[in-house]
């Protein structure tokens, strides 16, 4: 994956690739969206890693100091463009199954309603973006299937766009920013291999572990 994903670094393609597997991610939890960011984010940064080593040695004195700078600069931007992609790509996909299951709410209310816990999930989600807090969207992002339950039940409870968007925003943004700094720091300390995408992705399942114990985890009611 990583010999792929490195031929189609600071390409258009490596950007689209990306956009389509969070996208549909929403639909198809089990694709590889956040492992594909990581892998990216790894290539990105064993290619900076290398250019600023070649730069390095090639030259001498302020040429040096130029090169270093113009390809950090083109670095940093394509990690940043990465981040907004996955960012942006996670907010329509939201939106996409949010629409769908306002137009067609009976039809995925009945299917919610056919499992216990989606359909506390649900009720979850509804209690929490009417007193405001949105935490469990964010929340929600970095679970397994979590997206898919929270953007469906938010479309099926009729909940509105106000409501649901700057929870969706912020929570792609804190995934997309997670994912890709996960790839970046793991290719930049132990560069373009298996054992640093492993080691990222590992520590994306550990989040998403930890964010679904969360989301499950029973209310407390206190007593009046």
Same mark, same amino acid.
Not at 40 to 43: E, L, M, N, R
Not at 134 to 139: A, I, M, P, Q, S
């Given at each position: 994956m990583l010999e792929s994903l490195g031929s189609l670094s600071g390409t258009p393609w490596l950007y689209v690739i990306v956009s389509l597997s969070i996208l549909l991610d929403v639909f198809v939890p089990i694709?590889? &969206?956040?492992?594909l960011v990581i892998a990216?984010?790894?290539?990105a940064a064993g290619t900076a890693a290398t250019g600023t080593t070649a730069a390095r040695t090639?030259?001498?004195?302020d040429a040096v100091e130029m090169a270093s700078s113009v390809h950090g600069g083109?670095? =940093?931007a394509e990690i940043i463009s990465l981040v907004v992609c996955a960012a942006t790509a996670s907010v =329509?996909?939201?939106m996409v199954a949010y629409r769908l299951a306002w137009r067609g709410g009976d039809r995925f209310d009945r299917a919610i309603s056919r499992s216990r816990r989606l359909t506390a999930a649900q009720e979850r989600l509804g209690a929490a973006l009417t007193r405001g807090g949105?935490? =469990?969207?964010? =929340?929600a992002r970095f679970a397994p299937a979590g997206r898919s339950v929270v953007s469906l039940g938010a479309g099926v409870a009729h909940r509105t766009v106000r409501e649901f968007l700057p929870w969706s925003?912020?929570?792609g943004l804190a995934w997309a920013a997670y994912s890709v700094s996960l790839g970046y720091f793991g290719g930049h300390w132990l560069g373009t291999s298996w054992m640093s995408t492993a080691? &990222?992705?590992v520590a994306l399942f550990a989040a998403g572990s930890a964010a679904a114990y969360l989301v499950r985890r029973p209310q407390r009611h206190t007593a009046h």
């Open positions: 694709l590889p &969206s956040g492992v990216a984010a790894t290539t090639t030259t001498a004195g083109t670095h =940093l =329509l996909g939201d949105g935490g =469990l969207v964010v =929340l925003a912020l929570a080691l &990222s992705v």
